[in-house]
């Protein structure tokens, strides 16, 4: 555990102590937080407490790692792009709806151990270079309507990205048909809808620009 920024936390795998499979941790970790945090709504939805919820960015990257400041204060940090990457991503899953986001970093060493369904081409704040994110949904017994909610999802993200705004659309509510909380589906929706009244630029790539953190 690196800090606490705000109402946030850091974690920092691999490091002090290098671990081979620290992707996998991070990924672990996430899952088994959000898996507590489900049990933790249900009871604060009875007691009549408020259902807090939360998100998570994780990126794998090179880091600058060690003691940062001056000899008379300092602070065991990493620092660096790739740490910056994993907070952006952070606050995108109001964006989506979601509860985990992973960079198409992470996703290239943990894809065969997890599974994700990729959610978008984008370009957080402050940089310039677009990056794949994924949703980072269960490592064990995904549920088959989950996984063919997804599958429906992807190919709406395939027409979307064509410009097919109808065949997007009526993939995308398949998708919310076979799992009703498919919430990027519905996010999807309505992005077909906006993309249809407005008059898209020739060079339009995809790519959503995020304006928030």
């Known amino acids: 555990l690196d800090k606490y920024m705000g109402d946030a936390i850091m974690a920092v795998f691999g490091a002090p102590i ?3 499979d620290h992707f996998i941790r991070g990924c672990r970790t996430a899952l088994d937080m959000i898996a507590t945090l489900k049990g933790l709504q249900t009871k604060w939805v009875r007691e009549g407490k408020p259902k807090i919820d939360i998100g998570i960015g994780i990126n794998t990257g090179p880091m600058s790692v060690g003691n940062m400041g001056s000899s008379l204060r300092f602070d065991y940090t990493v620092m660096g792009d790739s740490v910056n990457l994993g907070s952006r991503l952070e606050g995108q899953n109001k964006e989506y709806k979601t509860n985990i986001i992973i960079s198409e970093y992470t996703y290239e060493k943990v894809k065969d151990r997890f599974f994700c ?15 794949r994110i994924y949703e980072l949904i269960g490592e064990d017994k995904v549920p088959e309507r989950i996984r063919s909610s997804i599958d429906f999802f992807h190919h709406g993200l395939t027409r979307y990205r064509k410009q ?11 998708a919310l048909a076979v799992n009703p909380d498919d919430k990027p589906a519905s996010v999807y929706l309505e992005r077909c809808e906006a993309c249809r009244m407005e008059e ?3 060079e339009w790539d995809g790519v959503f620009t995020c304006t928030t953190k």
Do not use: M
């Open 117 to 131: 369904r990729e959610l978008d081409f984008v370009r957080v704040k402050g940089k310039t270079q677009p990056v």
């Open 18 to 20: 290098e671990q081979d």
């Open 164 to 174: 097919d705004w109808e065949t997007a659309t009526a993939l995308f509510r398949k």
């Open 200 to 202: 898209l630029p020739p």
